[in-house]
């Protein structure tokens, strides 16, 4: 396997050359684009905890536990993975860091965390797909204050791609995706659900490209519930409803998370470089609005209407009482109080 140096935050990476063209079909995997995923659970693990006792489950090659000792004060690391070529990738990149607290394991990781129940402080979930078949495993491995830190790449599923995607995702979250134009949220909802099934609650929850990332800490029974879409004229609310105002049969997301899905103290301690401070000032703005939001493009290809900037609509809300924000979940998007009737209106 052909390899080279990269940097990543403050770690040198040995990474496959073809990780930069074809991060897929690695011998042993890389995708330097979720480097901002990395970026931010290194940012979450910070503003956590100092002196962490950290499970990278799932490790690769190790950037995101070499990250954790060198930028988010981890005390010490355990990286973890199945794949030998991974293993000896992990431990070059342990020695090529200096890391003493660092150390990398070949298991499975199931069953390396049920060898080790209550130990960790953080316990890193970044599979290919879904992490549903990990986390009870990872929750047994968790001390009682414990943050799990959980990444799903099964979008496709958690937004019903497909009829057979969907079933996918009925089967591993117990819950119903449908396809609409806020689905994104609809999908980090459903995960959030699945961490509350387990007594957890979020912290910080974001969507970016083809995943869904979350951190949970361990909470209150959860409010699951669900968002009821009429795919005619576009109007959303909480709960089941069989029939839209304007007649039209509803479709019916959930059980889903309904609360707020990150936590505004938290989300302040949460520093790192501008690309998170913009995420984090757009996930502090959506706290206290309605579990879902409006894609402007699909109200006025709905309504016929010309289109508007966002920032224009966002006034125009305002301007009758409404509360409106941008979202992180899409630059077209906004959460508001309003129905979808007024932010056609605001779209005139
Ligand atoms: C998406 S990659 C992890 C990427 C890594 N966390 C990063 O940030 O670069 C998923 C990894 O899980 C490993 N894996 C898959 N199933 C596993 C299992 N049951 N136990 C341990 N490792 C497994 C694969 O070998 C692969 O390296
Ligand atoms: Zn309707």
């Known amino acids: 396997m052909k390899t080279e140096i990269a940097r990543e935050g403050a770690a040198k990476l040995r990474v496959p050359s073809i990780s930069f063209s074809d991060p ?16 931010v659970s290194v940012a979450v693990l910070r503003a956590f905890r100092n002196g962490a006792a950290v499970c990278d489950g799932l490790c690769a090659l190790g950037a995101r536990g070499i990250r954790y000792a060198l930028e988010g004060g981890a005390k010490n690391v355990v990286c973890v993975d ?6 000896t990738l992990a431990n070059k990149n342990i020695a090529l860091n200096k890391l003493k607290n660092v150390k990398a394991v ?6 390396f965390l049920d060898a080790r129940p209550s130990s960790f402080d953080f316990v ?4 290919f797909g879904s992490a549903v078949p990990f986390l009870p495993s990872a929750v047994r491995a968790l001390k009682k204050n414990g943050m799990l830190s959980v990444t799903s790449t099964d979008l496709a ?11 996918r995702c009925r089967k591993d979250y117990g819950a119903n995706p449908i396809r609409c134009d806020f689905s994104h949220e609809i999908a980090a909802r ?28 361990r909470g209150k029974k959860a409010r699951l519930g669900f968002i009821s879409y009429c795919p005619k ?5 909480t709960g089941k409803l069989l029939h839209c105002a304007c007649g039209y049969k509803m479709q019916v997301a959930g059980p889903l998370y309904l609360g ?24 502090e703005n959506e706290q206290g609005f309605p579990p879902y939001f409006f894609d402007l493009h699909a109200v006025c290809d709905c309504y016929g209407l010309p289109g508007k900037a966002v920032a224009t609509s966002i006034d125009n809300l305002r301007a009758k009482g409404f509360k409106a924000v941008r979202t992180h979940y899409c630059p077209n998007g906004i959460k508001t109080d309003a129905g979808v009737a007024e932010v056609a209106a605001a779209l005139r």
């Open 24 to 39: 897929h079909h690695c011998e042993v995997f890389f995708n330097p684009e979720m480097e901002f995923n990395r970026t």
């Open 82 to 87: 199945a794949n030998p070529a991974a293993i």
């Open 106 to 111: 070949e298991s499975g990781l199931n069953k």
């Open 124 to 127: 890193e979930i970044d599979p």
């Open 157 to 167: 599923n958690l937004c019903a791609g497909k009829r057979v995607s969907a079933e």
């Open 190 to 217: 459903i995960f959030a659900g699945k961490a509350a099934s387990f007594g957890f609650r979020p912290v910080l929850v974001f969507y970016q490209g083809h995943y869904v990332k979350g951190f949970f800490v």
């Open 233 to 237: 004229c576009l109007s959303r609310v």
């Open 260 to 283: 707020e899905m990150c936590d505004r103290k938290f989300l302040q301690k949460v520093m790192g470089d501008e690309r998170v401070g913009k995420l984090v000032a757009l996930l």
